[in-house]
């Protein structure tokens, strides 16, 4: 069984950086594609950025691109999101997630993390 657990949530001011980590135990992260999800109140879990197993990158939330990196270390079983230039509208609840490949799909995605909560505030 792979277990998640995110660190690194917090409160940042606009144009702030943030990492997120994810630290995976259970089973070797090597085998699985990792992603970044968020969620605000109200809303549906979104997809933001996945990495397949041999560093493969999708994007999937435009506002993002050129702010946010994933990158993993195998040997480390982590997986970071690096969180530049952050945006009050980037405020939300973080989960890391695993899966076969990479997915926008939440359903494709068996292992979650608890959740990191990130604000992004003046």
């Known amino acids: 069984q792979l277990q998640l657990v995110e660190s690194g949530g917090g409160l940042a001011q606009p144009g702030g950086s943030l990492r997120l980590s994810c630290a995976a135990s259970?089973?070797?992260?090597?085998?699985?594609?990792m992603a970044w999800f968020r969620q605000v109140p109200g809303k549906e879990r979104e997809a933001v950025l996945c990495i397949t197993t041999t560093g493969g990158i999708s994007s999937y939330v435009d506002s993002v691109k050129g702010r946010f990196t994933i990158s993993r270390d195998n040997a480390k079983s982590t997986v970071n999101l690096d969180m530049n230039n952050l945006k009050p509208e980037d405020t939300a609840v973080y989960y890391c997630?695993?899966?076969?490949?990479?997915?926008?799909?939440?359903?494709?995605?068996?292992?979650w993390g608890q959740g990191t909560q990130v604000t992004v505030s003046s």
């Open positions: 997630a695993a899966s076969v490949a990479c997915s926008s799909d939440t359903s494709d995605f068996h292992f």
């Open positions: 259970g089973l070797k992260l090597g085998f699985s594609a």
